[in-house]
């Protein structure tokens, strides 16, 4: 059976859990199975680097750390970024903005 390969990246809000499942799964392949973040293995803990980084959970959703993959986009653009750590994306959140 052949894989199908959506073009990225995609609008964040305009797609359903699946194709958002879908589509952080195909970044994770594009990117080697790494954080585009940290560069470290999603597979593994975020970069030791993140631990200047303390989070706030509290300013988070219920759940936000449930997965520890997620998809990452800009609220600016909508737009799919990569796939990345959840303690990753929640740093990009509350220290950067994105």
């Given at each position: 059976m052949s894989e199908t390969v959506m073009e990225l990246p995609i609008l964040y809000s305009k797609a359903n859990s699946k194709k958002r499942r879908e589509a952080r799964e195909q970044y994770i392949k594009k990117q080697q199975g790494l954080c585009c973040f940290c560069n470290k293995d999603l597979n593994d803990?975020?970069?030791?680097?993140?631990?200047?980084?303390?989070?706030?959970?509290?300013?988070?959703?219920?759940?936000?750390?449930?997965?520890?993959v997620h998809l990452h986009h800009c609220?600016?653009?909508?737009?799919?970024?990569?796939?990345?750590?959840?303690?990753?994306?929640?740093?990009?959140?509350q220290y950067i903005g994105e």
């Open positions: 803990e975020p970069s030791e680097l993140m631990e200047k980084y303390p989070i706030n959970k509290k300013l988070f959703p219920i759940g936000m750390f449930k997965n520890p609220h600016d653009t909508d737009l799919t970024i990569g796939a990345v750590h959840a303690y990753c994306n929640a740093v990009l959140w």
